[in-house]
Nanobody
Framework: QLQLVESGGGLVQPGGSLRLSCVAS????????IGWFRQAPGKEREGVLC????????NYADSVKGRFTISRDNAKNTVFLQMNSLKPEDTAVYYC???????????????????WGQGTQVTVSS
């Protein structure tokens, strides 16, 4: 059974950092494009960053440029989202998702992705 599990969320003060993990089971994560999405209360789910099967990275959220990075550890079958200089507006449930439709491209549209994790809550507040 293909499964994605996110972890690493929590409560952090503005300016702080968190590293989210997305661990895959039942499949080899590097054979899929992996996207990180977030959804704040009352808002639509939005794409943040993604990494394609070829390793190409795309940033879909201008608000996180220079603060968030995505990386993949094939040995651990895990994709990470490093979040620095966090702001209250980063507060959301963060999801990772997997898509196998392209080699060197990853989409920022949720409907493209086949498999989803359960999400992890990130709250940025003083």
């Amino acid at each position: 059974q293909l499964q994605l599990v996110e972890s690493g969320g929590g409560l952090v003060q503005p300016g702080g950092s968190l590293r989210l993990s997305c661990v895959a089971s039942g499949f080899t994560l590097s054979t899929y494009s992996i996207g990180w999405f977030r959804q704040a209360p009352g808002k639509e789910r939005e794409g943040v960053l993604c990494i394609s099967r070829s390793g190409d990275i795309t940033n879909y959220a201008d608000s996180v440029k220079g603060r968030f990075t995505i990386s993949r550890d094939n040995a651990k079958n895990t994709v990470f989202l490093q979040m620095n200089s966090l702001k209250p507006e980063d507060t959301a449930v963060y999801y990772c998702a997997a898509d196998r439709s392209a080699w060197n491209y990853c989409s920022g549209y949720p409907r493209t992705y086949e498999y989803w994790g359960q999400g992890t809550q990130v709250t940025v507040s003083s």
